[in-house]
């Protein structure tokens, strides 16, 4: 969960980045030389924080999953520490590239604004319920809610579907299944394109005719006046 909130992070600043050094909107894309620090950064931080806690034995079984057993104990913040930090830098990014590209398109600042909602939308139903969870636990370690981990082992392993809502869900992304759903498992696309190669059959073989007709009023006209040239 970690690495899924420090790459969204990351993705949002690597497309910040050449936005804010004046680059064209259309040309975002284009910032692979990014990548490694991208990598870098979304596994070294969620590495180096497992690696300290399984050196201090501090993992054990959590209820229904395995985490930091004793819910007092410092090393929950090598998790929610940069959980929190991730959230707040995030909203920073996009305050930034909202004002940015509001210099330049007002559609693109109404697209930045939906994925912000849709963004603090999936935080708070995946993340905050984790959160309050953990704050419930170091508070009174001996009264654990059941109402707190129902909804966290509920919400919080949709952060990717969520994730993937708010970053992969577009015109390119909804046309590209409709197209494989048709093709693939309704045959509705290929029964769709014969029916379109008929029609474009018919036009073709009507338009043939028309042709022959005018061919052949023009032939009967030429005569008519051949005959009266005649006369």
């Not at 975002?28 to 990598?39: A, C, M, R, S, V």
């Not at 930045?112 to 009174?140: D, K």
């Not at 509705?188 to 018919?202: G, H, P």
Request: contains cysteine; glycine residues 4%; negative net charge.
């Amino acid at each position: 969960m970690l690495y899924d909130n420090i790459t969204s992070s990351s993705g949002n600043n690597d497309h910040y980045i050449p936005t804010f050094n004046n680059e064209q909107i259309d040309q975002l894309d284009h910032i692979g030389y990014l990548l490694k620090y991208f990598h870098g950064i979304c596994w070294g931080i969620p590495l180096i924080s497992t690696l300290i806690s399984l050196i201090a034995h501090a993992f054990g079984p959590v209820g229904s999953w395995c985490f930091i057993h004793d819910p007092t104990s410092v090393f929950r913040l090598l998790y929610y520490l940069p959980l929190v930090v991730v959230f707040f830098v995030n909203l920073c990014v996009f305050a930034c590239i909202r004002w940015k590209i509001s210099q330049h398109s007002n559609s693109i600042v109404s697209r930045v604004n939906i994925i912000v909602s849709f963004y603090l939308i999936a935080f708070a139903l995946s993340q905050f319920p984790t959160v309050i969870n953990s704050i419930q636990n170091f508070s009174e370690p001996s009264h654990p809610k059941f109402s707190l981990f129902a909804f966290q082992l509920l919400l919080q392993p949709l952060q990717g579907f969520f994730n993937c809502i708010v970053y992969g869900v577009n015109e390119g992304f909804i046309s590209h299944y409709i197209e494989f759903f048709e093709k693939h498992l309704f045959r509705c696309r290929k029964s769709r394109e014969l029916k379109q190669i008929e029609v474009e059959q018919e036009r073709l073989i009507v338009d043939y005719d028309n042709s022959d007709e005018e061919s052949q009023t023009t032939n009967m006209d030429q005569l008519i006046i051949d005959d009266y040239s005649i006369q």
